[in-house]
C-alpha cells in the first residue's frame, strides 16, 4: 500500500475551511482547474465526495465535518514545528541540563552558576559530571549537554566551541613552606618534591618539559589525577604542585601561589557543545550564563 501525499492535508484544510474550489485555490495560490484535481485525489484518498453541491455552492459531507478539526489542528501543528523557534520563558522553564567539567570546575564555578541559574529559572536544575575523558560521544548522543575544557586535534569536527577563558599555571604551595618566603629561581623551584596532575598518568608535563629546556629536572613525588587531589596533598606537606590560575582559584584560598619561575604554555578553556543543540532557545540561554559566570 503506497503512503499517502501529505501535501493533501493542505489541499484538504483550504478546501473545508474556503467550502470552494475557488477560494481555496486562491488561498493556496494554486489555479482553479488544479485545485479541481487535488478534490478529486482527496475523494479518491478518503472515499468520500466531501464537497457536494447545493444549489450554486459546495456544502460538507457528514466525513468532511468530522475531518474539518482534525486536520486543522495538524496543519498548524506542523506549521509550527516548522517555524523558527520562539523564545523561551525562563520563569517557566523546568529542565535538567547535565555539564561536564575536568576536576576543579564545579568548585571553582558552581555556586555561582547555579545562583545565576536560579534567579533567571528557578525551575532549571543543573546535574554536573566528572569529565574523565575527552571523549565527544555523549556530547553526540546527548547524555551530557554542554561540556568544558581544552579543545584539541582530538576533539570531533562536528563540535561547537566557545572560548570562555585563558589561564596560565602557577606554582602552589602551603603557607609556612620554604617557597614561601624569598624570590624562587628555577633551580629553587626544581629543588623540590612534586605532585603532578595528569589524567593520562603520565610522569611529565609542560612543567617539566621548560625545567629540561633550562637544563634542569624536578622530582615528582606523586602523580594524582586531578587539581583537588594535588591541592590536598600540599596543604599538608612540603610537597609543590602546579594548577592553573583561574579555574582553581576558589580551591587555593587556604594556601600560598605564586608565579611559576618559568615559562608555560597558555591554556585556553572553552565550552563544547553538538550540533542539534545549537539552535534550541534554552540551550542558547545556559551557553550564555556560562559564558558570564566564567568571564567574572
Known amino acids: 500500500?503506497?503512503?499517502?501525499?501529505?501535501?493533501?492535508?493542505?489541499?484538504?484544510?483550504?478546501?473545508?475551511?474556503?467550502?470552494?474550489?475557488?477560494r481555496a485555490a486562491q488561498r493556496l495560490r494554486l489555479s482553479p482547474s488544479a485545485m479541481s484535481r487535488a478534490l478529486a485525489r482527496l475523494r479518491?484518498?478518503?472515499?468520500?465526495?466531501?464537497?457536494?453541491?447545493a444549489g450554486r455552492g459546495l456544502v460538507p459531507t457528514p466525513r468532511a465535518l468530522e475531518?474539518?478539526?482534525?486536520?486543522?489542528?495538524?496543519?498548524?501543528?506542523?506549521?509550527a514545528m516548522l517555524r523558527p523557534a520562539a523564545g523561551v520563558d525562563l520563569r517557566r522553564l523546568v529542565?535538567?541540563?547535565?555539564?561536564r567539567g575536568s576536576d576543579g570546575f564545579v568548585e571553582n564555578f558552581g555556586p555561582a552558576l547555579v545562583e545565576h541559574?536560579?534567579?533567571?529559572?528557578?525551575?532549571?536544575?543543573?546535574?554536573?559530571?566528572?569529565?574523565?575523558?575527552?571523549?565527544?560521544?555523549?556530547?553526540?548522543?546527548?547524555?551530557?549537554d554542554l561540556d568544558t575544557g581544552v579543545?584539541?586535534?582530538?576533539?570531533?569536527?562536528?563540535?561547537?566551541?566557545?572560548?570562555?577563558?585563558?589561564?596560565?599555571?602557577?606554582?602552589?604551595?602551603?603557607?609556612?613552606?620554604?617557597?614561601?618566603?624569598?624570590?624562587?629561581s628555577p633551580a629553587r623551584y626544581a629543588a623540590g618534591r612534586h605532585v603532578l596532575v595528569s589524567r593520562q598518568g603520565l610522569d611529565r608535563g609542560l612543567v617539566d618539559e621548560a625545567l629540561q629546556a633550562l637544563g634542569l629536572q624536578r622530582e615528582?613525588?606523586?602523580?594524582?589525577?586531578g587539581f583537588c587531589a594535588a591541592l590536598a596533598l600540599v596543604s599538608v606537606s612540603d610537597l609543590i604542585t602546579a594548577v592553573p590560575e583561574r579555574y582553581t582559584r576558589n580551591l587555593r584560598g587556604h594556601l600560598y601561589s605564586f608565579a611559576l619561575p618559568v615559562t608555560t604554555p597558555e591554556i585556553t578553556v572553552s565550552m563544547l557543545w553538538?550540533?542539534?543543540?545549537?539552535?534550541d532557545p534554552a540551550h542558547k540561554w545556559l551557553r550564555d550564563c556560562v559564558r558570564q559566570v566564567c568571564a567574572q
Open 44 to 53: 479518491d484518498t478518503t472515499g468520500d465526495p466531501l464537497l457536494v453541491r
Open 1 to 22: 500500500m503506497s503512503s499517502p501525499d501529505l501535501n493533501l492535508l493542505l489541499t484538504l484544510d483550504a478546501l473545508l475551511a474556503e467550502g470552494s474550489v475557488a
Open 67 to 79: 475531518l474539518r478539526e482534525r486536520v486543522g489542528h495538524l496543519v498548524r501543528e506542523a506549521e
Open 274 to 279: 553538538h550540533p542539534r543543540t545549537n539552535s
Open 95 to 99: 529542565r535538567t541540563f547535565t555539564l
Open 220 to 225: 615528582i613525588a606523586s602523580i594524582v589525577d
Open 151 to 184: 579543545v584539541d586535534a582530538g576533539t570531533s569536527p562536528e563540535i561547537h566551541t566557545r572560548v570562555l577563558f585563558r589561564d596560565r599555571f602557577i606554582g602552589v604551595v602551603r603557607h609556612g613552606h620554604p617557597l614561601s618566603n624569598g624570590p624562587i
Open 117 to 144: 541559574l536560579r534567579a533567571e529559572a528557578p525551575g532549571v536544575r543543573l546535574h554536573f559530571r566528572q569529565k574523565t575523558s575527552k571523549d565527544s560521544a555523549p556530547l553526540r548522543d546527548g547524555t551530557i
